[in-house]
Every structure is written in C-alpha cells, then in structure tokens.
C-alpha cells in the first residue's frame, strides 16, 4: 500500500476579496494537513491593526474524499446563479 502524500506547509489555490465593498476581509483556499489528515480549507481573513491578513475562525474545511463532491456543488450553483441572472455570462 503506498503512504499518501504530505505537505509540511499550506498550499494557497486562491485569495479574493470577500466582497467588491468589503476590502479588509479576504477569502482564503489551501490545502492544508493537520493531525496526518488533508483537507481544503475555505477560510475568512481579516486585517489586524497592522494591516496583515489574519485567519478568523469563520470558514469550512473538506476532507480530500469529498473534494469532488464539493467542487461539483460549487460548480452546479455557480450554474444555477448564471440560469437565473446572478451573474454576468463572461464571470468567470
């Protein structure tokens, strides 16, 4: 049986402002390991007083094994918001 991979620091896959408005809270995608276990973490940041980005505890984290699932999910609303006029064709 071969060992699962491991990463000693996070992966950031992405970071985006969490609103056009709202430039002081970021959205944060990682991978990430803790305890042995990987998962993707979907995390609000905020800013501290000094002006650096600092994790919060809002957010979710997803096992890998359910990684396919969420992103499914995610792209079918993604779908649904565009069908019903959330969203601009061209979003990306």
């Known amino acids: 049986m071969s060992r699962r991979p491991t ?6 896959i992405a970071k985006f402002w969490k609103s056009a408005r ?3 809270q970021s959205i944060v995608i990682a991978i990430k390991q803790y ?6 973490d979907c995390r609000l940041y905020g800013t501290n007083k000094e002006g650096r980005s600092v994790p919060t505890p809002k957010g979710l984290t997803v096992g890998m094994s359910c990684l ?6 995610v792209a ?6 565009r069908e019903i006029g959330l969203l601009d064709e061209a979003a990306p």
Do not use: C
Request: proline share 7%; hydrophobic share 45%.
């Open 68 to 73: 396919p699932d969420f992103a499914a999910a």
């Open 76 to 81: 079918k609303a993604l779908d649904r918001a």
């Open 35 to 40: 305890e042995g276990h990987m998962f993707l």
């Open 7 to 12: 990463v000693d620091e996070p992966i950031e």
């Open 22 to 24: 709202n430039r002081k």
